[in-house]
């Protein structure tokens, strides 16, 4: 799973880096604010599986990320994360797009059971079709 971590607190980046983990087979991808995380979006171009991110960073917010990533595809998931987690904020992040809301200090074990979720359904890697004139040759 290709994942972007958006965290500017440097002990709650890496208590996720830490969590997430298990659900990945190569580096998590972490910045600490809207522009660097916009930059990573463009410069890999779809080609992500993950996004999580903190509401409040110290440059920019999550919903500009949120915006950002409107056009993913549904394979492609976005978690916005806050201590300021009330039901206004939640509904929010909901509606704009958010496939997942948490609280950072109460639901890590939601966002465990939501990343290995996306790792049973992600899809096998699927082979090249056969050549149109390939032909099965007997011995």
Not at 4 to 20: F, G, H, K, T, Y
Not at 31 to 42: C, F, G, K, N, Y
Not at 75 to 99: H, I, T, W
């Amino acid at each position: 799973m290709r994942t972007l971590l958006v965290e500017d607190n440097p002990a709650q980046r890496d208590l996720m880096l830490q969590l997430l983990q298990p659900f990945t087979d190569e580096a998590v991808a972490a910045v600490p604010s809207q522009d660097e995380a916009i930059d990573w979006l463009q410069r890999h171009d779809g080609r992500w599986d993950l996004v999580l991110v903190d509401l409040f960073l110290a440059q920019g917010n999550g919903f500009g990320i949120l915006k950002m990533t409107a056009g993913r595809t549904p394979r492609q998931k976005v978690v916005l994360m806050s201590n300021y987690a009330q039901a206004p904020v939640r509904q929010r992040a909901l509606e704009e797009g958010a496939d997942l809301f948490i609280d950072k200090g109460l639901d890590l074990g939601v966002l465990l059971t939501f990343c290995r979720d996306l790792q049973r359904v992600e899809p096998a890697p699927q082979r090249a079709p056969a050549p149109a004139d390939a032909r099965k040759v007997d011995d």
